[in-house]
């Protein structure tokens, strides 16, 4: 299975907790992949969301439920060639319920799904959060840290396009846009961003993996430039990188960084942005610079922590 697959399977796991979440991301998937079918009058007839993943399905359906007292409909169209993809379809019908659906994700007038959005639909930084863990799993992919570092969202839409883009910059994303097959490519390239986007939506386990790779790519890039290192060497110096980094990540993800003390917050940080820096290297990027033997010990007192945390 494929590593944005991996992701999307975990990332559709998490219900948020709040109502107003759930809507955002409701409506992010409804946005990705979502038709409304009117009849000539312009009444409403039926309103469809579509994806190819059943872990995605799935969350839409319990999405649907959690917030709604309606029913739903769950087709599947099974893949007839091979490299293509199941597509499951879920769809409510009938007048009242499609308009209490459109109603309370405010696309309650004609073409509301191509217009701009009502930044009060938003309550907080947790809404954007599950807009964009939405608009990634309804039309999104990340590619696996071990070739290009590669994430896009995609939208048929240019208003949702650069809404997401704005979204992101919330979070010092500098994500690129570009047009493809008809449709709005919102994209990151470097994999700093693109830990941060995974971090941003909840996906914390496909980041420590994503995280591990760049670190053995970095680690071996490293040696290939020619730093003199032996093979038993590298693999040790491997895994107390990762090791080292996924103690960090344990610690922001649970506490936050900025709750340790300062002498170990600069580590942190220099660490998770200088993976494969040695410990001679991390002391002289220090101010005042450190011994190679006190940068050890404060990352294993960090090493410590992540494990009472844990
Ligand atoms: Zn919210």
Known sequence: MSFSSQAKNNLS?????????CRTELLALFRSDGVIHKMDDEQVLMLQFETENAAVAR??????????DISIEVAVRKKRRLKKNNKYMLRVHGQEPVRLVLQDLQLDYADRLEDDYEEDFFLGDCCYRAYLRGSFLGAGSVSSP???????LTSRHASNAYFLLK???RYDLKARINKRKGRYVIYLKGSEDIVTF???IGAHKKLLEFENVRIIKELRNRVNRGVNCETANLNKIVNTGVRQMEAILTIDRIM??????????????LRREFPSSS????GDMMDPPLSKSAINHRLRKLEEIADKLR
């Open 13 to 21: 796991r998490l219900i948020p907790e709040r109502a107003c979440c």
């Open 59 to 68: 969350k839409i359906f319990k999405l649907l439920k959690a917030m709604y």
């Open 146 to 152: 071990e070739g290009d570092y590669h994430l896009e």
């Open 167 to 169: 979204a992101m910059e």
């Open 198 to 200: 995974l971090n941003v």
């Open 256 to 269: 936050g960084i900025e709750k340790l003390k300062v002498s170990l917050r600069e580590v942190a940080r």
């Open 279 to 282: 410990l001679q290297e991390l």
